[in-house]
């Protein structure tokens, strides 16, 4: 079976250190090449009630790892909305892209990696009834699902150390 993925300009918020928001919303319609594709409530329940380790990467790229549940630093869940989540970026020069490129409003939102094990077909529509979820991504690019909108939530107050780095390199210029 091949991994999927979907991406989608989901809500998507920087709170400190923290990103927040939805990897995947239900009933929003995507158009995916020549058929067009839903997501039914429920398509993840399986997935987060079996404990799997699911990762947050960077544009579905494993070499950078922003979060994983299987080290809490990413939390999932199913709300009516759709696929929650809340991750601690790390303090890695991808983490810090990640939160600059959220809080200017840059990131192209939220995308899923995963094979589906529940789908029905009605004509060239597509409902994933449930799916194995592998990854979820904040994407730089172009969404599939592009009725949602990411956003940055707040900018993180300036920090001692991120202030004297600020004094330092205005003494530099």
Not at 146 to 167: D, G, K
Request: hydrophobic share 40%; proline share 3%; net charge positive.
């Amino acid at each position: 079976m091949t991994i999927e993925r979907r991406a989608a300009s989901l809500e998507l918020r920087a709170n400190g250190r923290r990103l927040s928001g939805y990897a995947a919303t239900f009933g929003t319609e995507a158009r995916i090449n020549d058929f067009t594709e839903t997501i039914s409530p429920g398509a993840f329940r399986k997935t987060l009630a079996s404990g799997a380790d699911v990762l947050a990467l960077v544009d579905h790229d494993a070499g950078r790892v922003l979060a994983r549940t299987k080290s809490s630093t990413l939390r999932l869940s199913e709300d009516n909305r759709g696929l929650a989540f809340d991750l601690d970026v790390p303090d890695t020069t991808y983490g810090r892209d990640i939160l600059e490129l959220v809080q200017r409003n840059d990131a192209g939102g939220m995308s899923f990696g995963f094979i589906a094990s529940d789908e029905r077909w009605d004509g060239d529509h597509r409902i994933l009834n449930s799916v194995d979820l592998r990854e979820i991504s904040v994407v730089s690019a172009h969404p599939a699902y592009s009725q949602t909108v990411v956003q940055a939530r707040a900018r993180p107050r300036s920090f001692p150390l991120v202030a004297a780095r600020r004094r330092f390199l205005d003494i530099v210029r």
